[in-house]
């Protein structure tokens, strides 16, 4: 079985300040990794995946993330935040499966 | 962007009470699946579904979940005889290859149930 840990369940940080949200997983098989953003009063939005090749992944709205197998993480960063992107962000794994085992959630909450 | 729509946005019901959330996936994925977020906590899988068939389920889809594809293109998940614990937000996901690692896969906005 698979699971997801975000280390962090609420993340203030300064707008224009870079940002990074953690997220570790456990499998015993090869994943798929998948980051999910919520705002507020929405559903679920795919920010980014990885499925193979580059280790380094790019989404939308500046955001990306790394998968580094060694460490088992998939660790999100934007280098300069803006207020709209408070929301919840989620952490996700595909193991070869037919399903998506999320993390906990981190909140992030973008000050002026 | 296609999208995958779910109604009601919100309802409340008594315990007790029978419940359908419905979901139009997008017209050409064949992989549908439900999640559901209770309150504070993490998103959670509870099914999916292909070929009218369960494809897979978790320990909480027990015998009062059942889903259904009606028509060609709903997908409902009932709730027999709600309990005060099935109050969540509950996700309709659908996508075009099994899991989520194909080229597309989208969550609607979710259901609130609320069971008073």
């Known amino acids: 079985a698979q699971s997801v840990t975000q280390l962090d369940s609420q993340v203030p940080v300064f707008e224009e300040a870079p940002v990074e949200l953690r997220c570790n997983y456990s499998s015993s098989v090869s994943v798929y990794l998948f980051w999910y953003v919520q705002y507020p009063n929405q559903g679920l939005q795919l920010l980014l995946k990885?499925?193979?090749?580059?280790?380094l992944v790019k989404g939308i709205n500046g955001f990306e993330a790394e998968f580094n197998k060694s460490q088992t993480s998939f660790h999100l960063r934007k280098p300069s935040v803006h207020i709209s992107d408070t929301a919840e962000y989620f952490c996700?794994?595909?193991?070869?499966?037919?399903?998506?085992?999320f993390g906990g959630g981190t909140r992030v909450l973008v000050k002026p | 962007e296609p999208e995958v729509t779910q109604t009601p946005s919100h309802q409340v019901t008594q315990m007790g009470q029978e419940v359908i959330l419905r979901c139009v996936p997008i017209?050409?994925?064949?992989?549908f699946y439900w999640y559901r977020q209770i309150l504070g906590q993490k998103v959670e899988f509870l099914v999916s579904f292909y070929n009218n068939e369960i494809s897979e389920k978790s320990e909480i889809f027990d015998d009062q979940f059942s889903v259904e594809r009606p028509d060609g293109s709903n997908f409902t998940l009932k709730i027999r005889s709600t309990k005060l614990e099935d109050s969540a937000m509950y996700f309709c996901a659908s996508s075009d290859n099994p899991g989520f690692r194909g080229t597309e896969a989208f969550f609607g906005q979710g259901t609130r149930l609320t069971v008073v």
């Open positions: 990885y499925l193979s090749g580059s280790t």
């Open positions: 017209s050409n994925h064949l992989y």
């Open positions: 996700a794994v595909d193991a070869a499966g037919n399903k998506l085992t």
